[in-house]
């Protein structure tokens, strides 16, 4: 009998989907990558980031705009708790922009599943400065959607992707960026609830 309820409980364990339904994930790479995954040209280094670890890529002119970092199984699953509501806050940095920089293309995230990819772009960055928080809200209008449908996507996340490197090279001499403080926020952030506090307080003027 004991033994049928732990299979039972094995089994329902099983079939709950890898991770999220709306819990918060962070990762801040302080004590290593903490599950990322990334192509060679990115790593982790343990001081420099806002503050200590952080992923870094130093990307040669051979390898154009292919270094970034896949989010761990924490960040994935269903996210349709998150649409219209959530978003995706991380830090990142151009620590240089390498030799005789050619184009540069906007920050990019990636998300992908069995319903389909998106990509969010945010602003373009064409000289090296200090850390920065960027968010892109979970809602449709932020994003372009290369394939599938929206809700479908969300129901199933299994890809979420950082682009570390963004600068295209003619010169042989490493572009370099990091990201640190990712995070998958279920609530508005608070930086958009001060935005918005202050839009209201000045609206009641
Ligand atoms: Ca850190
Ligand atoms: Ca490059």
């Keep these: 009998m004991k033994s049928c309820r732990l299979f ?7 079939v709950v989907p890898p991770a999220l339904a709306g819990a918060p994930a962070f990762s801040n790479f ?7 995954t990334f192509p060679s040209g990115t790593e982790w ?3 420099g980031g806002n503050s200590a670890g952080h992923l870094y890529g130093a990307m ?11 989010a761990p199984a924490e960040f994935l699953g269903n996210w349709t708790s998150l649409d219209g509501s959530g978003s995706i806050s991380f830090d990142y940095r151009r620590f240089s922009n390498g030799e005789t920089p050619r184009a540069f293309f906007p920050l990019t995230i ?11 772009n945010g602003p373009i960055i064409n000289k090296p400065g200090d850390w ?3 968010i892109a809200p979970i809602n449709q209008a932020a994003w372009t959607l290369d394939d599938g ?6 129901a199933d996340v299994t890809v979420f992707y950082i682009q570390l490197e963004l600068v295209v090279n003619d010169g042989l001499i490493d572009d370099t960026a990091g990201i640190d403080n990712v995070s998958l926020i279920p609530a508005p ?14 609206r009641r003027r």
């Design 8 to 14: 039972a409980i094995a089994s329902a364990i099983a």
């Design 132 to 134: 920065t928080t960027y």
């Design 60 to 70: 040669p002119d051979e390898q154009n705009i292919t270094a970034g970092a896949f």
């Design 149 to 154: 449908d929206w809700n479908e996507l969300l």
């Design 189 to 202: 952030s608070a930086a958009a609830l001060v935005a918005l506090s202050f839009l209201s307080a000045r």
């Design 110 to 120: 990636q998300i992908a599943g069995p319903g389909g990819n998106a990509t969010w």
């Design 45 to 47: 280094r343990s001081t």
């Design 30 to 36: 302080d004590d290593g990558p903490q599950g990322w």
